[in-house]
Structure formats: C-alpha cells, structure tokens
C-alpha cells in the first residue's frame, strides 16, 4: 500500500481545508486509517481514525470540527477541517494499518506500518 496526501495550504482562522489521502497497492488489506499531525517543534499528534466499517474517532483537539470520511471506490480518505485555529497549523500524515492490531493502541503512531509523505497546514490569525 502506498499513500499520497493532498490538499494542504494557508488559510486564515476560522477557514476550512479538505484533505486527502489516495491509497494505491494492495488496499484491501488495510483495515485502519488514521490522520496525525507534527506541529513546528512538537511531537507527533493522532488526530483522526476511520475503520474499514466506517466507524470513526478524534482528538478531543479536533472534535466537531474536523470530520473523517472515506470513499471505498476511490481509496481515498477524507479530513474535512472546519473553524481552523492556528493551533492547528502542522505537517499533517495519512497513515494506514494493514492487517489486524491491538486495538488498544490505535492512537499510536506505532500501529500504523504505511505512511504518506504529509502535507501542509498553516492557519494565520
């Protein structure tokens, strides 16, 4: 599996952003995708998971405004980013866990065994 993100930018606080993460390769192995995010100076941050059901999570960070989707045809994930904050300015990954896991650990960068190269998200106020 390999993964390519897309649709980062500049906008201003309160903007929106959609971005995208195309998977190409075996995908019917992925069970889990998830988006994380680096922020200038800091670690690696979870943000967002979908299941291959379509059941989704997020950061306490992002809840209500940041929404998860994926559209099985395309093999493509979705982060629908609303009311963005500067806070939220950050390199931001799409990752995927192929095969089975603890599920314990799903928000744990250790999980997830394919990563995309990430894309920008800067937020001005």
């Known amino acids: 599996v390999q993964l390519v993100e897309s649709g980062g930018g500049s906008v201003q606080a309160g903007g929106s952003l959609r971005l995208s993460c195309a998977a190409s390769?075996?995908?019917?192995?992925?069970?889990?995708m998830a988006w994380f995010r680096q922020a200038p100076g800091k670690g690696l941050e979870w943000v967002s998971l979908?299941?291959?059901?379509?059941?989704?999570t997020y950061a306490d960070s992002v809840k209500g405004r940041f929404t998860i989707s994926q559209d099985n045809g395309k093999n493509t994930v979705y982060l629908q980013m609303n009311s963005l904050k500067p806070e939220d300015t950050a390199m931001y990954y799409c990752?995927?866990?192929?095969?089975?896991?603890?599920?314990?650990?799903?928000?744990?960068?250790?999980?997830?065994?394919?990563w995309g190269q990430g894309t920008q998200v800067t937020v001005s106020s």
């Open positions: 990752a995927a866990r192929t095969g089975t896991c603890n599920r314990n650990l799903l928000l744990h960068q250790v999980t997830y065994d394919v």
């Open positions: 390769g075996y995908t019917y192995s992925t069970i889990y």
């Open positions: 979908i299941n291959s059901g379509g059941i989704s």
